[in-house]
């Protein structure tokens, strides 16, 4: 299930779309207009989307049926990422593809082929032009949304999460090894290494200045890099 919790109380307010699946992914456009979910664990391998107008009364709701439903995969999808607008929603799978989706219509707009294993965690660049994605097989690869093209490919450790710095210029890759790098997304180069080896790397986020990076662990221990 999903649960919003008010962070001042911290009491949950409400709960949202009760499923005994799996939910490998939940995100909230920043407008706050729209939410989207994914789950593993059965076959129908969907993204859902609420298009809602006010968060907090639709939450008071009882009957919260999604506006659309998003077919394409044949396998699990492991992560979604809104583009800064929400109007696009990009999704990585078991089935080695990447998918770019209109939010509002659920049309697939483009099917990225490249990764040769399961894509584990997919990243919209923050100006809205480039896709990052990774998978457990050691590579990387930047996407141009316009052309659907693959203009970088890193070849780095298995990598569980990816995420965008602020200007887009920067992209921090958390691996099975414990250890975060920072890269160009220009040259593909690493600028920066971060942390010990030790758990893998299941999650991140940068500061909205990009001036602190967090990540957390399956050590369950987060950690605050100044960069």
């Known amino acids: 299930s999903i649960y919003f919790w008010d962070i001042d109380s911290q009491q949950c307010i409400s709960t949202f779309f009760e499923t005994k699946d799996w939910l490998s992914s939940l995100i909230v456009s920043q407008d706050e207009k729209i939410i989207a979910c994914a789950n593993i664990g059965n076959e129908d391998n969907f993204i859902r989307i609420w298009q809602i107008d006010d968060l907090n009364h639709y939450l008071t709701k009882s009957n919260q049926i ?18 800064p607008d929400g109007s696009k929603i990009v999704s990585a799978s078991s089935d080695r593809t990447v998918k ?7 049309q697939c707009l ?20 480039t896709v990052a994605s990774c998978g457990g097989h050691s590579i990387i690869k ?12 890193i070849q780095e450790k298995a990598s569980y999460v990816i995420k965008f710095n602020s200007d887009s210029s920067i992209l921090a890759s958390g ?12 040259s593909g180069q690493c600028i920066q290494t971060l942390g010990n080896f030790g758990k893998p790397i299941v999650s991140m986020a940068f500061s909205h200045d990009s001036k602190l990076i967090a990540y957390g662990s399956f050590d369950g221990t987060v950690t605050v890099w100044d960069i």
């Open 100 to 106: 770019i989706w209109n939010s509002q219509t659920g």
């Open 66 to 83: 999604p506006n659309k439903i998003l077919k394409g995969h044949d396998d699990n999808i492991w992560s979604i990422s809104f583009n």
């Open 142 to 153: 930047l996407w141009n949304v316009k052309t659907g093209e693959c203009f970088q490919t």
């Open 175 to 186: 691996h099975t090894s414990g250890i975060v790098k920072l890269w160009n997304t220009n």
């Open 110 to 129: 483009k099917t990225l082929s490249g990764h040769n294993r399961p894509v584990l965690c997919v990243s919209f660049s923050p100006n809205g032009n």
